[in-house]
């Protein structure tokens, strides 16, 4: 069974352009979650989608980062204009339920994506 | 507000030690507690997970740990570290809402022959 995919790896851009990161969940699952590590910093939460609907934005951090899962499947955060302060790691995660203290399901993590901004 | 600290940045070990990470979590009622791991190259690996009852967890791995509630701890171990287990370790809170985690900043390992 396939993971959680991210692409790219990893992106290096100037300050001011436009990146777009891409997640492909796990198959079936309806919640897609993205999170944030900013360097030395904790992992903090972005946004959860439950199939193409924004279920929970609170995370994110304002309205140069749009995010969409069009179709209910893969999803894309675009980051635009990118600023210096945006670098860091861009993790994606994946479940079958919404709920992540109940017992029998767990949140599945991608690689992330490392976004260095120049 | 939840919170999480994990007060050791980076720590080595040598391998066949025993390795205890630390975790202190903020939270105002009955915490859903967890760790994960993320080696090299990969995504976050779930380790272990509590929720309620016993208060010591095992998990994958070889790894345990223990819930202490009058600590507000939640310290991950393990009898005999390997090689492999270098890797960067979070420790994590749910929320009461269900669909998030507050997760730690993260302790970096490092093992040595």
């Known amino acids: 069974e396939a993971g959680v995919t991210q692409f790219p790896s990893h992106s290096v851009i100037e300050k001011g352009q436009t990146v777009t990161l891409r997640c492909d969940p796990i198959?079936?699952?309806?919640?897609l979650y993205w999170y944030r590590r900013v360097m030395g910093k904790e992992i903090k939460f972005l946004l959860h989608?439950?199939?193409?609907?924004?279920?929970?934005e609170s995370g994110m951090p304002n309205n140069r980062f749009l995010a969409e899962r069009t179709g209910g499947t893969y999803s894309t955060l675009k980051v635009q204009p990118a600023e210096l302060e945006d670098s860091g790691v861009y993790f994606c995660?994946?479940?079958?339920?919404?709920?992540?203290?109940?017992?029998?399901?767990?949140?599945?993590f991608g690689q992330g994506t490392r976004l260095t901004v120049v | 507000a939840q919170s999480v600290t994990q007060p050791d940045i980076h720590i080595t070990v040598s391998e066949g030690a025993s390795l205890e990470l630390r975790c202190n979590y903020s939270?105002?009622?009955?915490?859903?507690l967890f760790w994960y791991v993320q080696s090299p190259g990969q995504g976050l690996q779930l380790l272990l997970k509590?929720?309620?009852?016993?208060?010591l967890v095992q998990g994958i791995k070889g790894f345990e740990a223990e819930f202490k509630r009058s600590q507000s701890s939640f310290n991950l171990r393990k009898p005999s570290v390997h090689w492999s287990d270098a890797a960067e370790y979070f420790c994590?809170?749910?929320?009461?809402?269900?669909?998030?985690?507050?997760f730690g900043t993260g302790t970096s390992l490092t093992v040595i022959p």
């Open positions: 995660a994946s479940s079958q339920d919404w709920r992540v203290h109940v017992r029998n399901t767990e949140a599945f």
């Open positions: 198959s079936g699952h309806d919640n």
């Open positions: 989608f439950v199939k193409e609907s924004k279920q929970d």
């Open positions: 939270y105002g009622a009955t915490p859903y």
């Open positions: 509590y929720f309620s009852g016993d208060t």
């Open positions: 994590a809170v749910g929320t009461l809402r269900g669909n998030q985690f507050y």
